[in-house]
């Protein structure tokens, strides 16, 4: 449709924008045309920026945290300095709020992870108390390769005995997104070679492979040619907390689990139901959160502990006042199964977690619950049908939907799913969608508020999806 303006079809208007940006003349060009176009261009420039998704901003980002000049970090380092921790896609934010609350600095989001600021005391205290984060990484070196001698050079070049003495043990891990460097466990075994004969050059003797207890564990990521090296603090990934010590079919990870929790924006004052709990883990998360106690709390490890700078007495400082922050709120969460096996790991987790003073048990089917309290929060994970077989998936959805609406006015509902097509089946709009995975599977976690009184579900409007 050409809508006219000042005499000039919109068509028109946008032809002689093309000549008016080329330089032609335009003191004939009426004042509204050229008003329109001014308006039309930078209007059409601030729709572009507008278009760009969520994942296409924390790619940029991370691509902007690749170009920071990352700081020579030694251990005889003092004072602040630059630390990444990673995460799952789509906790970024969540992460970056934890990181902000706990007194990082420079907090900044980039995809599946958070740059930050902090001393030596922050570190132990972001491995102990972060429950979104997987890994915190100290970056300390870089440089550009493009071919498998340049990547050898650069890294050979590096004084390693900065971090490593000869009898101390090494392990690698990298990740390549790069048309020059396509298999990561190869980028690996040249960062392994390149260090073990720097040490041999000089003592004809070399450094270890450990991959399970190592003194250094050093991280390796390239992005195109960029090369980037940082100490791995954490050790083992920090989702495996030390408390699930027993697991059913497709559980959820300990951290996507807590990502969940700090989404739902659950208050522990209300009631909390994990639905379809299998091994208790959103239970557990929401039990540790609403508590204040420490994601890593029952973990006896982390690699920073093998460093030579490792400062025992002030971990034990972090430590204590992180157990002096734990509160004992009157909290109330169920975890239900339909499964006598899934309960019975449950219940062993939850109390080797020590929360089983604020979680009970039912062992029904999610269909048959009954809540007496006018509000609260349920959090589903049920059968994506990927890995765990069900007969008629869209019929179970469907029935989730229908519990919602007819037992559960004025509860929020959080489910998430990689089975896309079935959720639809639940009937419900969703108030927000937010795109996460649970190990290789994309999945969606979707919130439905069921409002109690005359509001009617079927007229609710979804915002935009994240």
Known sequence: MNKKQGGVSHHDAIGMGLVFWNGAA????????????ITFFIKEKSN???AQSKEKLLADRDIKMLNFDIMNYTFN????????????FGLEEVLAAELRKLGAQDAEPFKRGVSFKGD???LYKANLCLRTALRILVPFHKFTAANEQELYDGIKKYNWEE???LEDTLAIEAVANSEHFTHSLYVEQKTKDAICDQFRDKYNARPSVDLKSPTIRIYVHIFKEEVSLSLDSSGDILYKRGYREDIVEAPIKEVLAAGIVLISDWQPHLPLIDGMCGSGTLAIE????????PGGIFRKDFGFMRWKNYDAALYETIH???????????????????SDKSLNIARHNVGVAKVDDVITFSRKSFFDIVVDKPMGTILLNPPYDERMKKEDIVSFYKQIGDKLKKDFAGWTCWIITSNLDAAKFIGLRPTRKITLFNGSLECRLFKFEMYAGTKKIHKL?????E
Do not use: C, W
């Not at 380092?77 to 799952?88: L, S, Y």
């Not at 929401?286 to 106690?293: D, G, K, Q, V």
């Not at 409007?461 to 999806?465: A, L, S, V």
């Open 461 to 465: 409007q979804p915002k935009e999806q």
């Open 286 to 293: 929401a039990a540790l959160y609403a508590n204040n106690i």
């Open 48 to 50: 572009g920026l507008k």
């Open 77 to 88: 380092t003092t004072g602040d300095f630059e630390m990444k921790a990673t995460t799952f």
């Open 120 to 122: 030596l005391g922050f």
């Open 163 to 165: 971090f490593l003495k």
């Open 320 to 338: 204590e006042a992180a157990l002096n922050r734990i509160k004992e709120n009157d909290v109330h969460i169920l975890a239900n199964d339909i």
């Open 26 to 37: 335009t003191a004939a060009m009426p004042s509204g045309v050229l008003i329109f176009l």
